[in-house]
C-alpha cells in the first residue's frame, strides 16, 4: 500500500467511525455462524454413526437456515449506505460461511448415495470442523468493537488454521490408508471424493479466517 493508499483508507475509517452503523450486519454473521456450527456437529455425529438420515436431515435444515440469513445479508447490503467494514468483505465473509455448510450437506449426501462406511479419520477431521468454526463462531461478536479485540481476533485465526493444517495431515493418513487397501479402484475414487470435500470444509473456515484477518488489518 502507498503512503497516498493509506491516507485515503484512513479518511474512509474516520469517515466510517463518524457515521452510523447498521450493526445487524455483525448480527447477521452472528446468526449465520450459528448455524454453521450447529451443521458441523451434525456432520461429525453423522460421521460417528447412528441414524445417518436424522443427521443428515438437520444438516439440511441448518445449511436452509444458513441460506436464509445469506439472502438477508446481501438483501442489506445494497440497501445500506454505510457499513461496519467493507462491503465486498461482508459479502466475502457471508460466501465463505455459507460454502462452509454447503460442502458439509454435499459430502453428507455423497455418503448416503455412495454408501460409503465414513473411517476414523473422516470423523476426526470433522471434529476439526467443529473446533474451526466454533472458533469463528465465539469471535464474530468481537467485530462490533475491533479495535479493542485484536488480540482474540488475531488468536482465532491461529486456532482456526491449526485446525485446517490438522484436518490436512488426516486426510493425507486416510488416502493413504485407503490406497494401500484391496478395496476396488472404483470404491476408491468414491471415497476419495468425500474425503476432499470434508477437508474443502475445514479450508472454507480458513478462508473466513483470512477474511477476517484482512478486515482487522484494514481497520486498526
Known sequence: ???????????????????????????????????????????????????????????????????????????????????????????????????TIDLMKEAGRRIRLYGVAPSPEMTAMAECAVRATTEIRDSLPLLNAIARNVEPLNAMQVKVREAEGEADDLCDLGLRRLFASDTSAGDKLLVEKVYDLIESVVDRCEDVADVLESIVVEQV
Not at 31 to 37: A, I
Not at 41 to 52: K, N, P, Q, T, Y
Open 1 to 99: 500500500m502507498t503512503a497516498r493508499q493509506g491516507a485515503v483508507a484512513r479518511v474512509l475509517r474516520s469517515f466510517r467511525a463518524l457515521m452510523p452503523h447498521d450493526e445487524q450486519f455483525v448480527a447477521r454473521l452472528c446468526e449465520h455462524s450459528r448455524h454453521v456450527v450447529e451443521g458441523a456437529i451434525a456432520f461429525r455425529d453423522l460421521l460417528s454413526g447412528g441414524d445417518l438420515e436424522a443427521h443428515y436431515a438437520d444438516i439440511c435444515r441448518f445449511e436452509e437456515a444458513a441460506d436464509d440469513v445469506t439472502r438477508q445479508t446481501i438483501q442489506a447490503i445494497h440497501r445500506s449506505f454505510i457499513t461496519p467494514f467493507d462491503r465486498s468483505q461482508i459479502l466475502e465473509l457471508t460466501t465463505a460461511l455459507d460454502d
